[in-house]
Structures are given as C-alpha cells and as structure tokens.
C-alpha cells in the first residue's frame, strides 16, 4: 500500500544556509499575512474571496515593484503560503476552525516554509530549491534506500526553525508492505482504551499508562523565563526606503532579548519533545499488542475550551495520540474502532448496562445502584469500550458481555486518518515502561 509519511532531520547549516533559511521562511510568512490581507479586503467590500490561484497571479503583478527581495528565494514559498491561507479559509467556512490570523514575526520560532521541486537526499545532506545543499545532523540513510529502490517518491519539503535548530520535513510517498490482517479471537484481543488527566490512559486489562507531563514539571521555569522575557525591550524603528522614498516600520531585538528569547524557545521545545516521544512510544506498542483497539471520539477541541482543563488537556496531547494511533494500526495491521462521543461510557455499569447520572470529576469510583459494582471509574469506562468493540465485531445481532448496554453499535468501525510519521528512529523505539497484558 502507499502511504503519505514524513522524515524528519536535523540540518546542520552553515551562516550562508542559515541566512538563506531564514529568508524563505519570511518570504513565506509575508507572503501568507499579503494574501490575508487581500481576502480581508474582499470580505469587507462583498467580493468573492481570492483562491490560491487568484493570489499567486496578484502577488506577481505586485512583487516587482513593492518586494524586490522575491528573487533571492524560490517561488515556491509564496504559492504554498497561498495554498495553506486557500485551506485556513476553507476550514473556516466548514466550520472546523476560526477564521485565520496573520502570522507574528517571532525571534527564534516560525510556522516554516514548505518547498516542492527539485529535492534531492543523499546520506548527509539534503538539496533543496534556491538554498542548495545543506548538510544534516543525523544520516539519512533509510530514505536514501527507499529512494534508490523507488519505493518513496519526495513531494515536498518543509524547513522549519525551533529556538537555534533548523529541521527538514520531508513529505514522501512511500510504498509499505500490506500488513497481515490481525483478527480477535476472543474478548482477550480486544482492548478498550480510557484517556484521561489523572491517568493518561487505563487500558481495560487493567493497565495504566502515567504520562510524563512536561508542561506540567516545566510550568515554575517557564513562567519565570517569560517574565523575564516580557522586561526585555525591543524597538520600532521607521526607516524610508531609498528607491520610492516610503517610511516602513521594522523591529529591532536587542540582543539581550534574543537571549532571553533562545532560553525561553528552548525550554518549549523540550516540553514538545518529551510529548512527542511518549505518544510515539505509547501508540507504536498499544497499535502493536492487540488486533483490536476501542477508544472514544472526544471532542478534544470543545474541551480545551474549558479554563479549567485547557492546559492538562493540551499537555497529555489526547489529539496527537488519536492522530498517531490511527495510522500506525493500519501500519501494523490492528483494527481501531471509534464510540460516538455521547456513548455513556463514564456512566454506564460494565456489568449490568445501568446507566447513571454524570459524574463530577472529583469523583473517582463508580458505584452501581443496580447490581452493587463498584470500580474504578477509568477502568470502568474502558470496559465498557472494549464491551462496545466486541458489539461491533460481532454485528447488530451478536451479543457479547455488556453488549446489551452498548445500544446501537453503528456509528464505529475502522478509523481512517492521515498517514505520516516523523524521521527520527528513537521515537519510534519501544519501551516506555509499560507492557499490556494479554
């Protein structure tokens, strides 16, 4: 089957690709904050909202006159900067997202800027698009095999700085063997799956999953280097250009800023890190242990909204595991099945199918006013998920242990999602202490 995935690396620039790093990545936030501000000025006068084609045509008429710079970096910055303002401004009009902002100009962090064309990967270095070749930190030497056995085919890259480090996505096309179908022989193959905050997951064998909570652990220091941040100071300065005599505002970071600005950038990006190799770890053995895998569809968006649990949700990263689950069972061959987000499965008896008022949070054990169960309410709740899965597998008509209490199984099955997966080799390492049973 193929698959889209992404390699991710560490460059090791010199000053020159450092330089020309940074100017394709302006050009692509400028270039993104130009064609929202023409989309804005179309929505106010009633016009129909320019697509990415649209843009592309008005931003080379405009580029020669007002950005003379446009011929020191590759055209591909703007017009995929175009094409992801057309997909912000089609998520707002579907509703899943709010309409766009314009991108801040930030000293040591930046949304990237993504390149297709002539790329090119050999074991130490990477090629790309007007920058030329850049050197890498880490071997490359798994996608160069894929490449030279034409089983990848490289469809863009996407350059990136994160505080003092510039890394390379490289989206592929990449061909993987069909994995064997798994299938669940008995209720032992299938697990249901709990996400939580006190727990980061209760699996319904019994087993728990702590997770690391690096924001958490990081919040004291990082609150400090943000204080200490926001007391640097940095300037506004007015400068006319020399060409069409026009007054133009620029920034100035002082360098003490920048100092306090790498410390601060730094320590984020260890919390990310540390949240980014626990769910690879996690996802990778749970999509590996079971054939069959129950969670519930939350909405994790509606709930960070929450002023209360906005941060302990953003910090467990309930998406990204979703996200990473997805497409590594249909790497390894497992079965995802998804419960609709108002199955009761907080409320409702694992033994009996008695249904019950919502619980408060603080409120950790589940008592049954029907049978007498009293248990665990996380573990409760996965069982009622793997009860649910086994409903599934066994159709509208099987019954199976608490299958009664399920209701109507439509609504699950197989997850679908986008494939992707990061380059680095140690996430995807096993072993993070926690082995399920069965």
């Excluded at 950005?67 to 703007?78: D, G, R, Y």
């Excluded at 089983?151 to 480090?165: C, G, W, Y």
């Amino acid at each position: 089957m193929r698959v889209m995935q992404a390699f991710r690396f560490e460059l090791d620039p010199n000053q020159e690709a450092r330089i020309a790093l940074a100017k394709h990545v302006g050009a692509a936030r400028f270039a993104y904050n130009w064609g929202l501000a023409r989309c804005r000025e179309a929505l106010a006068h009633g016009e129909r909202i320019p697509s990415a084609m649209d843009l592309h045509r008005m931003w080379n008429a405009w580029k020669r006159q007002h950005a003379p710079w446009w011929v020191e970096v590759s055209k591909c910055a703007p017009q995929e900067a175009f094409r992801d303002l057309e997909r912000a401004i089609r998520n707002w009009r579907d509703g899943r997202a709010s309409f766009p902002r314009f991108r801040r100009k930030k000293v040591l962090e930046d949304n990237g800027a993504r390149l297709t064309g002539s790329i090119r990967v050999t074991p130490r270095h990477v090629q790309l698009p007007r920058i030329g070749k850049v050197r890498t930190k880490e071997r490359t030497d798994r996608l160069v095999a894929l490449l030279h056995d034409r089983k990848a085919r490289i469809l863009s890259a996407t350059v990136s700085r994160e505080a003092d480090r510039w890394f390379v996505s490289l989206t592929c096309e990449v061909e993987r063997l069909d994995p064997e179908p798994r299938e669940a022989r008995g209720p032992e193959d299938v697990v249901g799956i709990d996400v939580g905050l006190d727990s980061f997951a209760v699996l319904s064998d019994g087993t728990r999953i702590e997770a690391p909570k690096p924001l958490a652990r990081a919040l004291r220091l990082l609150k400090r280097r943000s204080k200490q941040l926001s007391r640097k100071q940095k300037r506004t300065v007015v400068e006319q250009d020399p060409e069409t005599g026009e007054e133009r505002k620029r920034t100035v970071f002082p360098r003490n800023y920048e100092k306090a600005a790498l410390r601060l950038a730094r320590l984020h990006r260890r919390v990310r890190n540390i949240r980014r190799d626990f769910l690879h770890k996690v996802t990778t053995e749970l999509a590996k242990a079971k054939p069959v895998l129950v969670v519930e569809d939350l909405n994790v968006r509606g709930l960070a909204r929450s002023p209360y649990l906005s941060r302990s949700i953003s910090d467990v990263g309930w998406g990204s595991f979703r996200r990473m689950l997805e497409y590594k069972c249909r790497w390894y061959g497992s079965v995802l099945i998804t419960a609709p987000w108002h199955f009761p499965s907080t409320r409702m008896c694992s033994r009996c199918g008695w249904i019950g008022p919502a619980l408060p949070l603080s409120r950790r054990v589940f008592r049954c006013e029907a049978c007498g169960l009293e248990m665990d309410r996380d573990l409760n709740a996965a069982l009622n998920l793997r009860n649910y899965g086994l409903a599934v597998l066994k159709g509208p008509t099987g019954s199976s242990p608490g299958s009664d209490a399920c209701g109507d199984p439509s609504g699950g099955g197989t997850a679908s999602g986008r494939s992707t997966s990061h380059g680095s080799r140690k996430q995807e390492a096993a072993g993070h202490g926690f082995r399920p049973s069965g």
